[in-house]
């Protein structure tokens, strides 16, 4: 495609072999989801390959390539923080069909953090909150200005 903003997950990073895909599946420990398997084994490579394996069961071969590309982006938007030297298979299960690319990303995540193969740690919606809750709340008064004038302006907290 000319034009494209994102740039394609480059070759290097596909796992291509099928007897790859078959040592990985067979080898590899699963994390599952209603929607996803993910397997992985070491590599011995500088960087991950990634693998994604959508069955006829799942759809007509459009719907298969559009969770493929779903799939590939939401990989290719966390590569960065991906752990280098592992090749990832992800098996996609007949439900997915009916799931948006939102919820296909975050079900991408939860698994990647199970098998412990982010960098970083995922931070859970209520960690986020948490954090947005640490904050110190305004107290009402401006900083620096003369008292309002009210009565409870002079007394000290209870």
């Known amino acids: 495609m ?3 903003a994102k740039p394609p ?6 796992i291509k072999r099928n007897a790859r895909f078959q040592e990985i599946r067979r080898k590899a420990r699963g994390y599952s989801s209603d929607l996803l398997v993910l397997a992985a084994l070491p590599n011995g490579l500088a960087h991950s390959r990634f693998g994604f394996s959508v069955s006829t069961r799942v759809g007509g071969a459009v719907e298969r390539n559009l969770i493929k590309r779903r799939l590939r982006e939401a990989m290719r938007l966390r590569m960065a923080n991906i752990k280098p030297g592992w ?4 098996i996609a299960r007949r439900p997915i069909g009916k ?3 939102w919820t296909m990303d975050a079900t991408c995540a939860r698994l990647l953090g199970r098998a412990h193969l982010l ?3 995922l931070r859970t919606e209520a960690a986020r909150t948490d954090d947005a809750h640490t904050e110190t709340p305004p107290t009402g008064s ?3 200005s003369a008292p309002s004038g009210n009565a409870q302006a002079g007394r000290a907290p209870q």
Request: hydrophobic share 25%; net charge neutral; proline share 5%.
């Open 2 to 4: 000319q034009g494209s």
């Open 9 to 14: 997950v480059k070759r290097r990073y596909s």
């Open 87 to 90: 090749d990832i298979v992800l």
């Open 99 to 101: 799931a948006d690319y």
């Open 119 to 121: 960098i970083e740690p």
């Open 142 to 144: 401006h900083s620096g």
